[in-house]
């Protein structure tokens, strides 16, 4: 069973304008909720996670997450892109140790 | 805190040969490491999971004579690739769990891209 389901696999948005990236998971308890960003030829860098508290999660490089039991989601927005945010995002759950990664969508920002 | 290096970056090997990449958990110890691998556009397959001090636990369809790891200290875990073959070429990726305040995350290397000729 899909634990992690990214929609969209490729995004494009323009400079500027709002990103949003979705990620909806399947778990009967609350998991730890990730969000990563990959660079051409390089690891993977946290930009935000969610454990417990507040379901609002601010990260780095201005982008947020909001943690909604009620929808399973668990979508990353930053209110305004820059061609800087142009890399491959990935959701990821903590389910018990057990890491399950989204099938990643590609951000692209046209100038 | 919570840095892992992985290396090297980038390796070309001839086919038949072994290529060994390490990584490393810089500023904490890291009882259990993953190993991932990463085709292009896709996102990371699990390869192996790595406790220290005991043998790897390796997902359905990977080859554990053909992907050696090793994790004999609680900083350093490595992954054998041996008698490469073309179809090996592909970015590794390792991880490391965190621990203490860190527990439930896990820290990334930097990846290594494995060229196979």
């Known amino acids: 069973a899909q634990s992690v389901t990214q929609l969209g696999s490729h995004v494009s948005v323009s400079e500027g304008a709002l990103v949003l990236l979705r990620c909806n998971y399947s778990?009967?308890?609350?998991?730890?909720l990730f969000w990563y960003v990959q660079y051409p030829n390089q690891g993977l860098q946290l930009l935000l996670k969610?454990?417990?508290?507040?379901?609002l999660v601010k990260g780095i490089n201005g982008f947020e997450a909001e943690f909604k039991k009620s929808e399973t989601s668990f979508h990353l927005t930053k209110p305004s892109a820059h061609m800087s945010d142009a890399a491959e995002y990935f959701c990821?759950?903590?389910?018990?140790?057990?890491?399950?990664f989204g099938t990643g969508t590609s951000l692209t920002v046209i100038p | 805190g919570a840095v892992v290096s992985q290396h090297p970056s980038r390796v070309i090997c001839k086919s038949g040969t072994s290529v060994k990449i390490e990584c490393r958990s810089l500023d904490f110890q890291a009882t259990t490491m993953f190993w991932y691998r990463q085709f292009p556009k896709k996102s990371l397959m699990l390869m192996a999971t790595?406790?220290?001090?005991?043998?790897?636990?390796?997902e359905q369809g990977v080859e554990k004579d053909k992907f050696l790891i090793n994790h004999a200290s609680l900083t350093l875990s490595t992954l054998t690739v041996t008698s490469a073959h073309p179809e090996d070429s592909s970015f590794y990726i390792c991880s490391a769990a965190g621990q203490g305040e860190n527990t439930g995350e896990l820290f990334f290397g930097e990846g290594s891209r494995l060229t196979v000729l």
């Open positions: 790595s406790n220290e001090g005991s043998k790897a636990t390796y």
């Open positions: 990821a759950v903590n389910l018990g140790n057990q890491f399950y």
């Open positions: 969610y454990t417990t508290g507040a379901t």
């Open positions: 778990s009967s308890v609350p998991p730890y």
